[in-house]
């Protein structure tokens, strides 16, 4: 069978349940929400079995080592994957929830109400515990979700889907809901993003590079989830040691993902005496930084940084570190630089914070706090499906309420347009 084929009938079938799942009831997505999770926990084995198979293959092809940390699963990992599924089960069904409404001059009663999109395809790389959030995300906002992971993780990514969607099957799910593409070959991404008709949506989530080959090449509608080129800047009125408690968890508490910081602006007017302090606590984490010319004056320590880097989302322990003149140009590098997702002040001066969350474009604005926050189970919403650093329909961390459309039920009593 030819990969559009493939692509073709799963999508088909994800687009045929999902009328019926469109119409389950919350407490049959409930139930199967948590057999779902504790079925991943009864076959842990499995699929930690099926990861370490892709993790020697990373290993082989020498994938960098942040990556092969977005892949690699572990018993905690999946008990964290178990507990986003029963976080959802636990939330509000948004399916059905009125969002408005009124009666009319002639007496028809319209209301608006959250509805599913349908087919939501999911397009992602290496992460495995991305296939477990967005099957829960999508069954419980009464989608059917067709998945096209990495070829990295073909093996756990496999094994996820075969345990969950049996367990969500036996508890009353329609069959073919979730639905995954298991073919490496790149032409099914293409095929998928163009399948108009039957996929709804699509979202992607990875590299800036995937992200874009995706907005630029679908047909499918799509949800722009962003890179995280992320900005910390401290200025001048900072309290040094919050500063530095913030701007290494930003980067080391687990530097290959989205919301953590890669750019570091520091006022010049302080950058004499914080930027050696700093660099001492990068130094003993391991980070590796790349400064301006004025920050290699002030600690040897920091290499010369290129053009390039102020644009790279580096995904490890580099870092790029600039000493800037104001907090206008903070603002006027993170609107250069930046991708819109995640970026920070440390201020002691309301009057510059609240001047920086006004004037910074991105879905998360942050005053003395880490960026490492940015992140939907963090913010309440359970799992998430990605970060929207797009304005249209959602923005940041998207939960159920992000998953739905809406439509208008008009009851009238025999009312005719004149």
């Given amino acids: 069978m030819q990969v559009y084929d493939i692509v073709k009938e799963k999508a088909q079938s994800a687009h045929d349940a999902s009328r019926l799942l469109a119409t389950t009831n919350a407490s049959v997505k409930n139930r199967a929400l948590l057999a779902m999770a504790q ?16 993790m020697e ?23 964290s994957m178990a507990e986003g599924l029963r976080l959802v089960a636990a939330l509000k069904d948004p399916i059905g929830e009125v969002i408005g409404g009124q ?14 999109f349908g087919v ?41 889907v075969k345990i969950l969607s049996a367990a969500a099957t036996e508890a009353g799910i329609a069959e073919g809901c979730i639905q995954f593409i298991d073919v490496a070959d790149r032409e099914a991404v293409i095929d998928l993003i163009r399948m108009n008709g039957l996929v709804d949506v699509v979202i992607p989530r990875g590299s800036h590079r995937l992200i874009q080959a995706v907005v630029q090449q679908a047909t499918v509608p799509v949800i722009e989830t962003g890179a995280g080129v992320c900005h910390t800047f401290v200025d001048e009125s900072a309290d040094f ?68 880097d102020w644009a790279t989302e580096y995904g490890d322990l580099r870092l790029s570190l600039k000493v800037v003149s104001s907090l206008q140009e903070a603002m006027d590098h993170i609107a250069q630089y930046g991708t819109k997702h995640s970026e920070c002040i440390v201020t002691e001066s309301m009057q510059n914070a609240h001047f920086f969350q006004a004037g910074v474009d991105a879905a998360v604005v942050y005053v003395n706090a880490s960026t490492r926050f940015t992140d939907g189970f963090e913010f309440g919403f359970g799992a998430e499906i990605g970060i929207s650093t797009q304005k249209l329909h959602a923005r940041g961390p998207m939960a159920l309420p992000e998953l739905t459309s809406y439509k208008y039920l008009i009851t009238g009593n025999g009312q005719i347009r004149g």
């Fill in 39 to 54: 079925a991943l926990l009864d076959q842990a084995d499995i699929v930690l079995q099926a990861n370490a198979k892709d």
């Fill in 57 to 79: 293959h990373a290993q082989a092809i020498g994938m960098k080592n942040s990556m092969q940390d977005r892949l690699r699963l572990t018993r905690e990992r999946i008990s």
């Fill in 103 to 116: 009666t009319l001059s002639n007496g028809l009663s319209m209301t608006k109400v959250r509805v599913p």
């Fill in 120 to 160: 939501v395809g999911i397009i992602y790389e290496a992460r495995p515990n991305v296939t477990a959030d967005a099957i829960g995300l999508c069954i419980k906002s009464g989608n059917a979700v067709v998945l096209k992971g990495g070829s990295e993780a073909l093996h756990s990514n496999a094994a996820i």
């Fill in 241 to 308: 040691p919050m500063a530095r408690k913030i701007a290494l968890n930003a980067k080391v508490q687990r530097p290959s993902v989205c919301n953590a910081m890669e750019t570091l602006l520091v006022h010049e007017n302080i950058a004499q005496a914080f930027i050696p302090l700093m660099m001492d606590d990068f130094e003993a984490a391991g980070v590796t930084v790349f400064g301006c010319t004025k920050a290699q004056q002030i600690d040897q320590r920091i290499k010369p940084a290129t053009d390039e």
